[in-house]
């Protein structure tokens, strides 16, 4: 683990018309930690991430990412899991799974099985996605953005409508990736199952970050 | 690394899977074209000589009218599950995506003009008077020049809420140099009166230039907000 920050944002602000979904988040985020970052509805966490993620442009303010300010150059490095699952409903995971892995130059199908198997699914499942349980279209969410090997993870509720048993299970598995030197930030509402994980509990509210603890607090939700 | 060619092809056998499960483009685009011969085939009673006059320009509004409707399929099911958020994120080239989409609708509306053109031959008793073999070039060239530009303002339009509505109105308009092109050409080869060359070359420097334009813009609409 380093102290340096993979992430630096400053004075981010995004505007969506006349509504401020972010208002001037400054924060770092250090190299191989768990973040989870928690909030009530309309805080900003998913427009957070969105914006870290390229996908949304600041309206205002600066980002750096692995030290560089334009995203594009560093996107290969980025997985990024959203709430909805980002997969083709008509094909099969394993399907999936090969066309995004072909954006990103992974040529072999060993790097889809083995990205399958490590989120608990099956690769020869040959079941169109569509067909898939929420918690099963969740995790092999989550196995796509983790095709590319990134070194930073961009969490969209992982673990919404995910039995418990699995919710846990995937927990683990963010703990394991971010053993592995990985940097995770995670936008969830069930915190308490990034207890033992998490090495940081951001809370936003209203655009802004207004807390970061090591330790988990569930008064803070309030 | 990706290499766009390899992105390209990956995503063109992705959507010819996708469309092949789901027949969403090729059905209505069909069933619409079919509408357009039959309901003019009993408004019209054309003779011979007349059908070759008025056939160019049945034929390439109908075309594109179905064409319409494929265009808008493409991205639609790249909006389902926010899937396009999927691309934006990767290091791909957007004009890897964009060539993929527009050889995709070309396969498609080729497809729905080798079907249809049989039809429109019998209803309306066309023989082509001029060099028939001029019909592929305009065929090629007329289907790229309408998908070429449909499948950019169907990006463009995926993200307002009247997407239907709102890529007719921008695609339309400015095809209307590629459509006069593709009738008169279609026209002239089936009365044999003029020859269709001019319009043959204005259709193959409409492609060129507004390919180059598209390619060109694409990158902005898609990572645009």
């Not at chain 2, 593709?182 to 080869?189: L, N, R």
Request: proline share 4%; hydrophobic share 50%; with cysteine.
């Amino acid at each position: 683990m380093t102290d340096s920050p993979i992430i630096a944002v400053n004075g981010l602000v995004k505007q969506f018309g006349r509504f401020a979904a972010l208002r001037g988040v400054t924060a770092s985020f250090e190299a191989g930690r768990l973040y989870a970052i928690l909030g009530d509805n309309g805080a900003g966490k998913t427009t957070l991430l969105r914006v870290l993620a390229g996908l949304t442009p600041a309206t205002r303010g600066s980002i750096a990412v692995l030290g560089a300010t334009n995203l594009r150059e560093v996107c290969a490095h980025l997985g990024y899991m959203a709430h909805p699952s980002l997969l083709y409903d008509e094909m099969s995971g394993m399907e999936n799974l090969r066309y995004f892995a072909r954006l990103y130059g992974i040529q072999d199908d060993a790097r889809c099985q083995a990205v399958i198997r490590s989120v608990n699914l099956d690769p020869s499942l040959a079941l169109p996605v569509g067909q898939y349980s929420q918690g099963m279209r969740q995790r092999m969410s989550l196995a796509r953005a983790l095709l590319n090997d990134p070194r930073i993870l961009l969490l969209d509720e992982p673990f919404s409508n995910v039995d418990v048993r699995s919710a846990r299970e995937m927990a683990g598995l963010l703990g394991q990736l971010r053993d592995s030197g990985k940097t995770i930030l995670v936008v969830t509402h069930q915190a308490a199952l990034l207890r033992e994980v998490a090495d940081e509990f951001v809370w936003m509210e209203a655009g802004q970050i207004v807390s970061r603890t090591r330790e988990f607090q569930p008064e803070e939700a309030k | 690394m990706n290499s766009p060619p390899g992105v390209t092809r990956a995503t063109l056998v992705k959507d010819l899977r996708l469309e092949w499960r789901s027949k969403d483009a090729i059905n209505s685009m069909l069933f619409f074209a079919l509408l357009v011969v039959v309901i003019f085939s009993f408004s019209f009673d054309p003779t011979a000589e007349e059908s070759r006059r008025i056939a160019g320009g049945l034929v390439w509004v109908a075309f594109l009218f179905a064409a319409v409707v494929a265009l808008n399929q493409t991205w639609a099911r790249e909006l389902r599950n926010q899937v396009l958020d999927a691309y934006r994120v990767s290091p791909a080239r957007a004009n890897s995506l964009f060539l993929a989409k527009v050889t995709g609708n070309f396969i498609f509306v080729s497809v729905l003009e080798a079907l249809m053109t049989p039809l429109f031959v019998v209803f309306y008793n066309l023989r082509a008077i001029g060099p028939a073999y001029q019909l592929l070039f305009v065929a090629v060239l007329g289907t790229w020049a309408l998908v070429v530009n449909g499948t950019f303002f169907a990006a463009m339009s995926i993200r307002t809420r009247s997407r239907e509505i709102m890529l007719p109105l921008l695609l339309f308009p400015i095809t209307i140099p590629a459509l006069l092109a593709m009738v008169e050409a279609t026209s002239s080869i089936l009365t044999g009166e003029f020859s269709a060359r001019f319009w043959i070359v204005l259709l193959a420097v409409y492609d060129v230039v507004f390919t180059t334009g598209c390619l060109l813009f694409f990158e902005i609409v898609l990572h645009g907000e």
